[in-house]
């Protein structure tokens, strides 16, 4: 429909099916799409720049009461229940793999996250990089405004961010819009914000593999030192992922695939965790964050604090998720 008049839409329907749509059907679906934002008209795009100069100032909380609560002291209790569901000792982390999955269904890996934060001194800056679900203009992106959390706002440090944008051959700052809803920074972001009220973050999407980002991080942190956390997920198969329901077969392959990655991370060797992956047929989401990380993952080596590979039981479909300390 988009760049047509709703009679091109009309003759071109009655040309290929020999049916006369009324055009109050098409004007009644013209303006449910244009509700959606799944048409690009007018009014979407002025919506869409209006959300753009939004997100240049602030970005909001999306899943606040979805996924944690929304006031402070309901979230500390939130954190506090997280915690208690992992028992065991945790070192202190340099570098943090934990998930961006729904925290309900991953408790324990948040639980193990929490744990080794606890024993983590206070880092000045968090360098948190997601996996980017929205598309990107360049391989990788950030937005340097405060990102609202039930514990105050997570302030940007943009002086690190001027200096990673200086090292990078492509314009970091470009893509706002695929931060609205993101929530491979909002779910990981909650947790570390409750841990570090301090902190300042520098909020990070890799949509493509990018070396240049690795090796500019490197340079990056020996000037600003921080921690740095990987807000990523394991294996996705299923129907929902285009497999087959899940099964026993299905599953042994995730696991094997899945904890095979994080114990080659676990060595120091992001290139092994990477070959041993393959083809990735279990669709790894860490893939694209690794492969840019690694110079800054090689030689680090660590313990895997925890993994589930997690059912959803309405589509027959399920997520690996996991948390590793380096």
Known sequence: MEGRTLEEVQEEVFKAHGVLVPKKELEDLLKALEEAGLLLTEEVERRLREEEERLKRERPMRLAGLSYPTGEKEARAFLEAFRASFHEEAPAAQALLLPHLEPARVPEAYGAALAALEKTPPPERLYLVGVAHRPLKERAAALPVPFHTPFGPAEPDLEALQALDALLPFELFNTPLAFREEHSLELP??????????????????????????????????????????????????????????????????????????EWLAQGKPEGALAHLGANPTRVDAVEVVASLSPLLAGRKGQVLAYRLDLEAPTLSAVGAGTLVL
């Open 189 to 262: 972001l909650f947790f570390l914000k409750g841990a570090f009220p301090r902190a300042k973050v520098l909020p990070l999407l890799v949509g493509r593999r990018s070396p240049e980002l690795g090796e500019a991080l490197r340079v990056v942190l020996r000037d600003y030192p921080g921690l740095l956390v990987l807000a990523v997920d394991l294996s996705h198969v299923g129907p929902r992922f285009g497999d087959q329901p899940f099964s026993r077969p299905l599953a042994e392959e995730a696991r094997r695939r899945d904890l095979g990655f994080l």
